[in-house]
T-cell receptor, first 113, second 114 residues
Framework: KAGVTQTPRYLIKTRGQQVTLSCSPI?????VSWYQQTPGQGLQFLFE???????NKGNFPGRFSGRQFSNSRSEMNVSTLELGDSALYLC???FGQGPGKLFFGSGTQLSVL | QKEVEQNSGPLSVPEGAIASLNCTYS??????FFWYRQYSGKSPELIMS????GDKEDGRFTAQLNKASQYVSLLIRDSQPSDSATYLC??????????????FGKGTKLSVKP
């Protein structure tokens, strides 16, 4: 069974630009969550989608948004990039039977210059 | 008070020793607890879950939970250099619900010396 696939693996952007990250979950998994990981803050929850609906959202500004498609694939968008958005963005999928048992993708390393 | 606290380490143990990783959490209603391992440059992977007080063993790994003390730990017996990684404790604040209720600690870096 294929794992969680995230693209692209690396991104370099400049301040003010926007970026879209993509995530394909494990086949059969209906829940997709997004996390931001930085050395200082650790893993921070961004949002979760389940059956195309946002189920929960973390404490991030509205510049961070996402969506999920009918095939469970998900995208995350960050608009008006700031230097502080530089981080590893991880997508995780789960079957949907409650929190905790997450399968993470390899992540997208975003650098904002 | 931070919701999930871990000693950042690094925790250094010799090969073959027992590594003990600790985690405390602040929310008394927390229901389920998880340990993830993250190798440098890689993504986290789930290694243990525990839901009730006591010990849960899986191979060389033992998770221990004490809800009264709001404390969860991970013991790694016969530590190997391949166990060198950052270990993340994750706590679910309520039963069921979304992944938004899952709070991660910042992790403890473990180094196993040959």
């Amino acid at each position: 069974k294929a794992g969680v696939t995230q693209t692209p693996r690396y991104l370099i952007k400049t301040r003010g630009q926007q970026v879209t990250l993509s995530c394909s979950p494990i086949s059969g998994h209906r829940s997709v969550s997004w996390y931001q990981q930085t050395p200082g803050q650790g893993l921070q929850f961004l949002f979760e989608y389940f059956s195309e609906t946002q189920r929960n959202k973390g404490n991030f500004p509205g510049r961070f948004s996402g969506r999920q498609f009918s095939n469970s694939r998900s995208e995350m968008n960050v608009s008006t990039l700031e230097l502080g958005d530089s981080a590893l963005y991880l997508c995780a999928s789960s079957f949907g039977q409650g929190p905790g048992k997450l399968f993470f993708g390899s992540g997208t390393q975003l650098s904002v210059l | 008070q931070k919701e999930v606290e871990q000693n950042s380490g690094p925790l250094s143990v010799p090969e073959g020793a027992i590594a003990s990783l600790n985690c405390t959490y602040s929310d008394r209603v927390s229901q389920s607890f998880f340990w993830y391992r993250q190798y440098s440059g890689k993504s986290p992977e789930l290694i243990m879950s525990i839901y009730s007080n006591g010990d849960k063993e899986d191979g060389r790994f033992t998770a221990q939970l004490n809800k009264a003390s709001q404390y969860v730990s991970l013991l790694i017996r016969d530590s190997q250099p391949s166990d060198s990684a950052t270990y993340l404790c994750a706590v679910n604040r309520e039963d069921g619900g979304s992944q938004g209720n899952l709070i991660f600690g910042k992790g403890t870096k473990l180094s196993v010396k040959p």
